[in-house]
């Protein structure tokens, strides 16, 4: 019975001499692309499982998932405006700081906005406005444009809501 060799096992080359150096053995294109997955894989565990990625507030929503998500009213005062209506697209968000705060106005429909703290209740990343969501750039939270609810991923709890009005063709805090 023929054997056939396998593409899988055929080494990308054998030995690579370089001058002055010792020839070098290079890995088989199976152990390659394994040990590319198993690199990929300690990368992804150690973003999600590590310390606080670089950037971003240390520790901060990490705890026991009973914070965050709550009110957000303290984080801007009453009275402060937000964004422009029109600047806000139905279906969107866009990203503002107030008062150093940074937050996220939303109109998940035309006319009916909502805003919420930016500070993910992860690792405390800055989360973006996404395709019809929010999302957290660092370990791929989604939140809800309407509600600020977890939609996906690590996030233990909800954006901090700061409730808002929309008055003279602006949003502004209450
Ligand atoms: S900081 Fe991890 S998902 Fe946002």
Do not use: K, W
């Not at 939270?141 to 509600?147: I, K, Q, V």
Request: glycine share 18%.
């Amino acid at each position: 019975m023929n054997v056939l060799p396998s593409h899988d096992d055929t080494p990308l080359a054998t030995h690579v001499t370089q001058p002055g150096t010792q020839p070098v053995s290079l890995p088989t294109r199976r152990v390659v692309l394994s040990g590319t997955g198993a690199g990929a894989m300690a990368l992804l565990l150690a973003a999600c499982g590590g310390g606080a990625p670089s950037g971003t507030q240390d520790g901060q929503g990490s705890g026991d998932g009973s914070d965050g998500g709550g009110d957000g009213s303290q984080l801007v005062g009453p009275g402060q405006v937000l964004a422009g209506a029109d600047d806000v697209p139905v279906g969107g968000a866009l990203a503002v700081t107030v008062d150093g705060e940074q937050l996220l106005v939303t109109q998940p429909e035309e006319g009916t906005f909502a805003a919420f703290s930016a500070i993910c209740t992860h690792q405390g990343c800055t989360v973006a406005p996404g395709d019809g969501e929010l999302v957290c750039p660092c370990h791929a939270s989604r939140y809800d444009l309407a509600t600020g609810a977890v939609l996906g991923g690590p996030a233990p709890s909800p954006l901090p809501e700061v409730p808002v009005t929309v008055d003279g063709g602006e949003v502004t805090s209450t």
